[in-house]
């Protein structure tokens, strides 16, 4: 049985990567011309894709599935969707301009687009790196139960990140980085019902934290490593979690709860299909003229959300499209 709080947690963290997306990039970087577009930026970039990660590793901490099993299961519901979804933007990258991708390998031709996807994730980069970590840590997930090795593993992987001494090649770099969220995420297993006891309870607090850290001060705690990569997530995923929590109680009757959950039902898919952004903003900034950055950054992630929405229900429908979509 799914767990809707944790779909409503998904769903709210792929809309703010949608907000994201509504900021940065062709044919205007808001984000370097607006400081609040650039105050934004640094508060969803604080928590968001760590928080997939979290959630990742607490479910992978439920799988009852064999090694030979498991590896399955995420080649086919990961590895596939992802090669697909690259597949289909190294086509769409040779034929638009390399102005409106936001990857410099763009300008590189089709050789330099497939190294790219096949060696450094390319622009779905969190698909690519949450596969590497469930290649390396399927084999060995037993020893995650272990709360002190966790601890300990987390501590060798932070030092790693500051030592800044691993590639890029095969994402390693982000590889290690996000599994330090990934086994936290895995550690929290038994304490989960405990942590969302305790937020419901002092959600005011949950949330006075979030506003002051990942709101309010983000512009100074972003010059300090540590806290911005290894703290604010943390602080970030609890708030949303909270009210994702608080969602959950009004479910039935809500009509945008119900959204919510459904966009974190379909994460993977309304992820690995963001590549409708670039044109929707091309659109809407180059062709219609529009100025007003609040007016691009609110049409934009409203158009995305429809269209990706379009796209999810007709791709969900199709039966030989549900393999390498993902679903």
């Not at 590896?71 to 597949?87: D, E, G």
């Not at 390319?122 to 084999?139: A, H, K, N, Q």
């Not at 090795?149 to 790693?160: E, H, M």
């Not at 992630?301 to 549900?322: G, H, P, S, Y």
Request: charge should be positive; hydrophobic fraction near 55%; proline fraction near 4%.
């Amino acid at each position: 049985m799914r767990d809707r709080s944790l779909d409503l947690g998904k769903g709210l963290a792929i809309l703010f990567v949608y907000l994201g997306h509504s900021i940065l990039y062709h044919p205007i970087q808001m984000g370097s011309v607006y400081p609040w577009c650039h105050s934004l930026a640094y508060f969803i970039i604080s928590f968001n894709m760590p928080m997939f990660f979290i959630i990742s590793g607490y479910l992978f901490s439920k799988t009852k599935k064999s090694t030979a099993e498991l590896y399955r299961a995420k080649t086919r519901r990961i590895l596939v969707p992802y090669l697909f979804t690259m597949l289909i933007l190294v086509c769409v990258k040779l034929v638009l301009p390399p102005s409106m991708s936001y990857n410099s390998a763009a300008e590189g031709g089709i050789k330099a687009l497939i190294i790219n996807a096949l060696c450094y994730g390319g622009d779905r980069w969190f698909v690519y790196t949450l596969y590497i970590i469930f290649l390396l840590l399927i084999p060995v997930r037993q020893f995650l139960k272990n709360k002190w090795l966790d601890a300990a593993v987390i501590t060798v992987l932070v030092g790693a990140y500051f030592l800044d001494f691993l590639p890029a090649i095969f994402a390693l770099d982000k590889v290690f980085h996000f599994m330090v969220f990934f086994i936290a995420g895995y550690a929290i297993n038994e304490c989960y019902p405990s942590i969302k006891a305790w937020t419901l309870r002092y959600w005011w607090l949950v949330y006075a934290v979030f506003v002051v850290v990942n709101i309010i001060f983000i512009e100074t705690l972003s010059q300090i490593p540590f806290v911005f990569r290894f703290i604010l997530p943390f602080t970030g995923t609890l708030a949303v979690m909270t009210m994702a929590f608080q969602l959950e109680k009004v479910i039935e009757k809500n009509k945008v709860a119900q959204y919510i959950e459904y966009c974190g039902k379909y994460s993977l898919q309304f992820y690995l299909f963001t590549f409708c952004y670039p044109l929707i903003r091309w659109g809407i900034v180059s062709v219609l003229h529009v100025t007003n950055p609040v007016v691009i950054l609110t049409s934009v992630f409203v158009l995305q959300l429809i269209a990706i929405t379009i796209i999810v229900e007709v791709t969900r429908r199709i039966k030989w499209l549900k393999i390498p979509c993902g679903y």
